[in-house]
């Protein structure tokens, strides 16, 4: 493990505020440029096209070669970019926007692999980290394995103390990049007691590995994000020296906990380009298209529709920024708040392409033509939400957390700091010792709830859905007091899940009443009204069981009209709404 001279220092190409001059596209999407334009080398068409092959597109990587998006994933301090994560969320989003597979193999794979060694590693692993990313050299994270999913207590692979290192001896399948990573992390078992100190992370140079003891497997073909490479890598006495521990023996688990804390709410807020790109393709449609003598944007049920996937988006968007400031504002709480979030975006997005699919109709299929890219992101998106963490897995970790929140914080734990809203208030670097495996008892962000409620009791539509949300916050305190103690445990029974689930919704909600309460100072004065935060708060509660509330359908209408603005100038369907190209 060499570090090859000083890395490459990057300076920041996304240096202005996220709401600074929203009718200028950002650096990267210059890049890209019009993906609607068929003889763009790096358009829809020419991802299309790759992903037939089942090949990176060869322009879409030099175009993020020459952004040097490797530099997004390496903290400041090491020459690089990453400092504030909901940032980084937002350059990723772009790429998943216009390829799924080029920003999960190129792009987030990069931050699952590195971050370990941030947080863990000493300095001459961060320094080869760094400097494999600075140089734009793919990397790996060889965590899970194929056997056992996301049950990493159960992992095979055996590292072995052997002279004045180990010896590595099993496999790990199904990872991304492996066969072409420049550096990677794997996760294996150095001992055979049961519990979290059984198992260590060690850093791998491969081209210092002798070939003959480590061996890759035949490629993973699927049927979504058809351009990424996942493989497999198998040991035989493969030896490391001790300097590829990361973190000491025994102390993966913890850091592992940690770092997924980032790349689950980073994985969520990127995977909003994928729904963004579905909308944009069904809204073009529904401008274009004629039925019964008007545009299909006519139609009661398609304006529904498409108002509804935006609202969503605004939900995702929402969520998402705030887990990922929340790293950098409460970082002791973000355990629950990063698996909340990868729970439920996931969840909405899917149902979001689904109605989506409803509307553009047998078109959904079509793999050629104007309306391609929407079958490529419908395949694409189930991966993206499998990827890292399932949804059963996320909700195992909240449970255990929340009947000590719903006994010590809900209704008396003070609001946040409004800089965990603030779209505009830049926040310092990550620090990813401050991140702790088990979330503290201070549930900040379900707070801005009866915070913000107290100050919208004017407004007969607010009060009336924050009433709503405050009485299932009230069920979910009681409920959880009353759970048996094998419910309060990832071996809960259905009852533990569903208290769960409920709880991001809540938590949703009470991101989307921060989020619109503290960015009053926003440019676009769409964010500033309360429309979108009526439908979002609508849809949430719906989701809860209750009914629609009939003051709603005006709001919608306003959404939509913004909507149809959105698409005709070319800007995001999000919180900040830049113009893209």
Not at 339 to 356: G, M, N
Not at 403 to 421: G, I, M, Q, V
């Amino acid at each position: 493990m060499t570090v090859t001279g000083t890395p490459p220092r990057r300076q920041s190409v996304q240096a202005a505020g996220p709401l600074t001059d929203l009718d200028t596209p950002d650096t990267l999407d210059l890049l890209f440029g019009d993906p609607y334009d068929p003889a763009n080398p790096v358009g829809h068409r020419a991802f299309l096209d790759a992903d037939e092959r089942g090949d990176f597109l060869p322009a879409g990587r030099k175009a993020l070669e020459s952004f040097g998006i490797g530099a997004q994933f390496v903290p400041r301090a090491l020459g690089g970019r990453l400092g504030q994560v909901d940032e980084l969320a937002r350059v990723l989003r772009t790429v998943f926007r216009h390829d799924g597979s080029l920003g999960l193999g190129l792009g987030a794979i990069n931050l699952i692999a590195s971050s370990t060694v941030w947080a863990a590693g000493d300095a001459q692993q961060q320094g080869f980290m760094a400097d494999v990313l600075l140089r734009g050299g793919p990397t790996a994270g060889a965590i899970t394995e194929l056997a056992y999913g996301d049950d990493l207590a159960r992992t095979r692979l055996q590292a072995t103390e052997r002279g004045e290192g180990v010896v590595l001896n099993g496999r790990k399948e199904v990872i991304s990049n492996i066969a072409r990573a420049h550096a990677f992390t794997v996760l294996a078992r150095t001992s055979a007691d049961q519990g979290s100190r059984s198992h260590t992370l060690f850093l791998v140079d491969p081209a210092s590995v002798p070939r003959d003891r480590m061996r890759f497997l035949p490629r993973f073909r699927t049927s979504g994000m058809r351009a990424s490479h996942l493989g497999g890598v198998e040991f035989v006495d493969c030896p490391l020296p001790s300097s590829a521990v990361v973190g000491g023996y025994g102390n993966a688990m913890e850091t592992i906990l940690r770092c997924f804390q980032v790349t689950k709410s980073v994985a969520g807020a990127a995977s909003i380009g994928m729904v963004d790109t579905m909308l944009r393709t069904v809204a073009d449609f529904a401008v274009n298209r004629r039925l019964y003598d008007r545009t299909v944007t006519g139609l009661p049920f398609v304006e529904a529709e498409l108002a509804g996937v935006f609202t969503d988006l605004l939900i995702c968007d929402a969520l998402t920024t705030t887990a990922c400031r929340a790293l950098h504002v409460l970082p002791r709480q973000t355990s629950v708040y990063a698996a909340a979030t990868k729970y439920l975006v996931p969840e909405i997005e899917q149902a979001a392409a689904d109605r989506l699919t409803v509307v553009l109709g047998a078109r959904s299929f079509l793999r050629e033509g104007p309306h391609a890219v929407f079958q490529k992101n419908l395949r694409d998106l189930p991966v993206a939400a499998l990827a890292h963490s399932g949804a059963t897995v996320c909700l195992s970790t909240i449970i255990p957390q929340l009947p000590r929140l719903a006994r010590k914080s809900w209704f008396t734990s003070d609001a946040p700091e409004p800089a965990l809203y603030r779209l505009a208030r830049p926040l310092p670097d990550l620090d990813f010792q401050r991140l702790e495996a088990n979330a503290g008892s201070d549930d900040r962000v379900i707070a801005t709830l009866p915070a913000v409620e107290r100050e919208v009791r004017a407004d007969p539509v607010l009060r009336a859905l924050c009433a709503r949300l405050l009485d299932e916050l009230r069920s979910l305190t009681d409920g959880w007091r009353a759970l048996a103690p094998r419910n309060r445990t990832p071996f809960a029974g259905p009852i533990g899940f569903e208290l769960a689930e409920r709880y991001t919704v809540v938590l949703a909600a009470a991101a989307c009443l921060g989020m619109w309460w503290h960015n009053q100072d926003h440019p676009d004065p769409f964010m500033r009204d309360t429309a979108w935060l009526v439908c979002a708060l609508d849809r949430l509660t719906r989701r809860l069981g209750y009914d629609p509330l009939p003051e709603a359908e005006h709001a919608a209408g306003q959404v939509f009209t913004e909507l149809l603005r959105r698409h005709a100038e070319h800007r995001a369907f999000d919180l900040i709404g830049r113009r893209l190209h």
